[in-house]
């Protein structure tokens, strides 16, 4: 079986997997994984930054959609600090574009009945790729190696292929994920351009790949 098909198996597998977890424990664990962000990372990483430029952090992360490990709460207790929030569009040629997050009032579902930006929404433009500190990037299974399956889009590997261009500019974030236990596998089949993870933000810890 060649990695493509090991990818397409282990995506349905673990869709499956995901589904089953009840909702109230995905709930809690959703929260319970954003709280160990913002305090063992986001927190520090607010701290250290203050003391240089004074300002909060740029965050890049996706907007929760069906049993996905939810956002919310560490989208809000991001603008309650004063970060700028990034969520993702995608248009109907395939393309993804990053917007700032001003509240619900600016969300809408998208082709897929996925929220995201409304039309209206300006573009965060790709000059300014650079000043984001950290992108929270979902998936189906996750690796201690900081292996990850995504949907089978490609979005976020050319995503961080296009940051690549711009790191001289501001500099490359870190990658993380927020996940479910039961997301976890021993090794997640992988190409030479798949993204790589820095962070794992699960409801009991944070895993640091590097």
Same mark, same amino acid.
């Given at each position: 079986?060649d990695?493509?098909e090991?990818?397409?198996?282990?995506?349905l597998?673990?869709? &499956? +997997?995901?589904?089953?977890?009840?909702e109230s424990?995905?709930h809690a664990?959703?929260e319970?994984? #954003?709280?160990q962000?913002e305090?063992?990372?986001?927190?520090?990483?607010?701290?250290a930054l203050? #003391?240089? !430029?004074?300002?909060?952090?740029?965050?890049f992360t996706?907007?929760?959609?069906?049993? =996905?490990p939810?956002?919310?709460?560490?989208? !809000?207790? #991001?603008? =309650?600090?004063?970060d700028?929030?990034? +969520?993702?569009? +995608?248009?109907?040629?395939?393309q993804?574009t990053?917007?700032?997050?001003?509240?619900p009032?600016?969300?809408?579902?998208g082709a897929?009945?996925?929220? !995201?930006?409304?039309e209206? +929404?300006?573009?965060?433009?790709?000059s300014?790729y650079? =000043?984001i500190?950290?992108?929270?990037?979902?998936?189906?299974?996750?690796?201690?190696?900081?292996?990850?399956?995504g949907?089978g889009?490609?979005?976020?590997?050319r /995503? &961080?292929e296009?940051l690549c261009?711009?790191?001289e500019e501001?500099g490359?974030?870190?990658?993380?994920s927020l996940? /479910? !236990?039961e997301?976890?596998?021993e090794?997640?089949?992988?190409? =030479?351009?798949?993204l790589?993870?820095d962070?794992?933000?699960?409801?009991?810890?944070v895993?640091?790949?590097?």
């Amino acid at each position: 079986m060649d990695t493509m098909e090991m990818k397409k198996k282990l995506r349905l597998q673990m869709a &499956a +997997v995901r589904a089953g977890i009840d909702e109230s424990v995905r709930h809690a664990r959703s929260e319970a994984a #954003c709280h160990q962000a913002e305090a063992k990372v986001l927190g520090p990483m607010r701290k250290a930054l203050s #003391c240089k !430029e004074g300002k909060g952090l740029t965050i890049f992360t996706y907007l929760s959609y069906r049993d =996905e490990p939810s956002t919310a709460a560490l989208i !809000e207790w #991001c603008l =309650e600090h004063g970060d700028t929030v990034l +969520v993702p569009r +995608v248009s109907a040629s395939g393309q993804m574009t990053l917007h700032r997050f001003d509240g619900p009032n600016s969300i809408a579902p998208g082709a897929w009945g996925i929220p !995201e930006p409304k039309e209206s +929404v300006p573009v965060w433009p790709k000059s300014r790729y650079g =000043e984001i500190d950290l992108v929270i990037v979902p998936g189906l299974a996750f690796d201690l190696q900081g292996g990850r399956i995504g949907y089978g889009g490609g979005y976020y590997d050319r /995503f &961080a292929e296009q940051l690549c261009g711009v790191a001289e500019e501001g500099g490359i974030p870190l990658y993380g994920s927020l996940l /479910f !236990e039961e997301q976890l596998v021993e090794q997640v089949p992988a190409e =030479e351009h798949d993204l790589k993870l820095d962070l794992l933000f699960l409801a009991t810890d944070v895993i640091y790949i590097k």
